[in-house]
């Protein structure tokens, strides 16, 4: 990315308004040199210094992220108080005119610009690394998320096999049983129903089916 469309350029946008053609035409622009650039530098980053607070359903501790930042209450609430003075003024009115009336007010409230700026600044880059800092988070959520599902997945279909197993191994016993017993029963046969029957109603180790069934 050349030098007129740098970190320069982008801090100046915060301030300038442009038209809005030419501003989709540069931003365009832009995202196509960064989606092309080879080792191109990501855009600052805040470190911080504290714990990054969670964002539940994507709803972001703004003040949390910036404290993380080291920014304290005090800076936070310049940008605050700036952004309030532009919220209250006319949609209409001109960008001069608004700077004039913010610094104004500013002025009164006793904020320096450049601590405003400074703030605003610091901001921007703790937003940053906490996208940042999110992303590399759900890098790893995905990366542990495939690995544990793969393992699952291994697990579900030893599992399968497993079960897959069984059920043969059982059918085969019941096969072997029952070709057994056949071959038993020829010997039973072989001595006749009734003196099979007298047998097992005398014999004190053996079940009378009838009783069985009842």
């Known amino acids: 990315m050349n030098e007129k469309k740098g970190w320069g350029d982008t801090v100046l946008g915060w301030f300038v308004v442009r038209d809005e053609a030419a501003a989709a035409a540069t931003a365009a622009e832009e995202t196509t040199e960064a989606a092309t650039a080879v080792g191109g530098a990501e855009p600052p980053a805040a470190t911080f ?14 003040p949390g992220v910036y404290t993380a930042a080291g920014i304290d209450e005090e800076h936070q609430s310049f940008v605050g108080k700036a952004a309030d003075l532009l ?10 005119v608004k700077r004039q ?60 096999r497993v079960m897959e197993e069984r059920v043969a ?9 029952n070709d057994q017993k056949l071959a ?5 046969e072989f001595f006749g129903r009734e003196t099979v029957a007298r047998v097992v109603r005398e014999s004190p180790k053996l ?4 009783e069985r069934k009842a």
């Open 169 to 177: 191994e059982q059918t085969s016993v019941m096969r072997a049983c």
């Open 207 to 210: 079940i009378d089916p009838s």
């Open 49 to 62: 210094t504290g714990e990054l607070p969670a964002a539940p359903g994507g709803n972001v501790d703004f």
């Open 87 to 96: 919220r209250n003024l006319p949609a209409q009115t001109e960008p001069a």
């Open 101 to 160: 009336i913010v610094g104004a007010s500013l002025k009164a409230f006793g904020v320096p610009v450049e601590k405003i700026i400074e703030a605003a600044v610091a901001e921007i880059q703790a937003l940053e690394g906490y996208i940042q800092a999110g992303a590399e988070d759900t890098r790893k959520v995905h990366e542990e998320g495939e690995r544990r599902t793969a393992l699952l997945t291994e697990q579900i279909e030893k599992l399968r």
């Open 184 to 188: 038993i029963q020829q010997v039973l």
